[in-house]
């Protein structure tokens, strides 16, 4: 059974760093993406970065330059660094696991969009305060 294990839930001032944590267990598919998620009452659960196991990425516009996804297979553990951070970014953040998508032109990728993956963490709060 797939776990999913969040750490690093915080409060800091706009500009500030976090660094969310996430050890995952109990899959052994080598073509998977993980990814951090954010939500926030009434709204979609946002993908905010996405990481394939041959180590490409995907942001949301909203964060690229500011936020660093990363993985470490020799632990199992997923990481996201979060530097420059805005009061927009606070929510509940959730790591997840997904299978990869297969194109016979690209071959596999991953998708930001939270339907594409099956696993979820508890989610861990981060609060930016201005």
């Known amino acids: 059974q797939v776990q999913l294990v969040e750490s690093g839930e915080g409060s800091v001032q706009s500009g500030g760093s976090l660094r969310l944590s996430c050890v995952a267990s109990?899959?052994?598919?080598?073509?998977?993406?993980m990814g951090w998620f954010r939500q926030t009452p009434g709204k979609e659960r946002e993908g905010v970065a996405v990481?394939?196991?041959?180590?490409?990425?995907l942001y949301a516009d909203s964060v690229k330059g500011r936020f660093t996804i990363s993985q470490d297979n020799t632990k199992n553990t997923l990481s996201l660094q979060m530097n420059s951070l805005k009061s927009e970014d606070t929510a509940m953040y959730y790591c997840?696991?997904?299978?990869?998508?297969?194109?016979?032109?690209?071959?596999?990728?991953?998708?930001?969009?939270?339907?594409?993956?099956?696993?979820w963490g508890q989610g861990t709060q981060v609060t930016v305060s201005s």
């Open positions: 990481i394939q196991s041959d180590g490409s990425t």
């Open positions: 109990g899959y052994t598919v080598s073509t998977v993406c």
């Open positions: 997840a696991v997904g299978n990869a998508y297969f194109s016979a032109f690209t071959g596999y990728y991953c998708l930001r969009a939270a339907s594409a993956y099956e696993y």
